[in-house]
């Protein structure tokens, strides 16, 4: 069974501090995708990144990285120098290496960058 | 841009009313997706479609819920008949079959917020 686990609720940092986000995942396939998504207070969701397992290769983005590590089975998401339009619920997701399979979200983690 | 579009964003009803929501997925895409999110189970997936064909709906409470695609343009989900614990941001998704490096798989809606009182 696929599962993703975002073991941090709710994190506070204050702006401009660097933050990093927790994914943890549970598959047995050995292809597979795993995303990030936003959801800021305004309530739509906007994705972030996708990986899939063959690609083990850090990303940045501009202030967002991401550190994919299949030995931990782990993608944690990091926003360096963070602000205030940071805050947000942040969700961890992860697919099977079909195309069409269902994406399963992890419970997600509510950011608060402080002033 | 191209954008999902639901309808309607906000409905409050009376339990045992039926309600029914709709999505207009994006023009062309082939997989629709139909979740439901709530603060105490995050976003769960009710049911998803490809080529209007239903491919998994186990998430989804049998007995008062369905979801069907009449056509490319439009997926509904209905509720029959609705409870307090339906409440929740209901959300729909499509994306292509064929993905790229450039594309997301998932394109979501803005949502619908459904209060059953």
Not at chain 1, 3 to 27: F, G, M, N, P, R
Not at chain 1, 80 to 107: E, H, M, P, W
Not at chain 2, 82 to 98: I, K, N, T
Request: charged share 20%.
């Amino acid at each position: 069974a696929q599962k993703v686990t975002q073991a941090q609720t709710e994190i506070s940092v204050v702006e401009k501090e660097d933050v990093t986000l927790d994914c943890v995942y549970e598959t047995r396939d050995t292809t597979y995708y795993l995303f990030w998504y936003k959801q800021p207070p305004s309530g739509e969701l906007v994705f972030l990144i996708r990986r899939n397992s063959f690609d083990e290769q850090n990303e940045i983005s501009g202030r967002y990285s991401w550190n994919f590590q299949k030995s931990t089975s782990s993608f944690n998401f990091t926003i360096t120098a963070s602000q205030v339009v940071d805050s947000a619920v942040y969700f961890c997701a992860l697919s099977g290496g079909n195309r069409d399979d269902k994406i399963i979200f992890g419970k997600g983690t509510r950011l608060h960058i402080l002033p | 841009d191209a954008r999902v579009t639901q309808t309607p964003r906000h409905k409050v009803t009376e339990m045992g009313q039926e309600v029914t929501m709709r999505c207009q997925p994006i023009l062309g895409h082939n997989t629709v997706f139909w979740y439901r999110q709530t603060m105490m189970q995050g976003l769960e997936l009710l049911a998803y479609f490809r080529n209007r064909a239903p491919l998994d709906d186990s998430g989804m409470p049998k007995d008062r819920f369905s979801a069907e695609m009449p056509d490319a343009t439009l997926a509904t989900l209905k509720i029959q008949p609705s409870e307090p614990r339906d409440s929740a941001v209901y959300f729909c998704a499509s994306g292509p079959l064929e993905w790229d490096n450039s594309n997301q798989p998932q394109h979501f809606g803005d949502g619908t917020r459904l209060s059953i009182l």
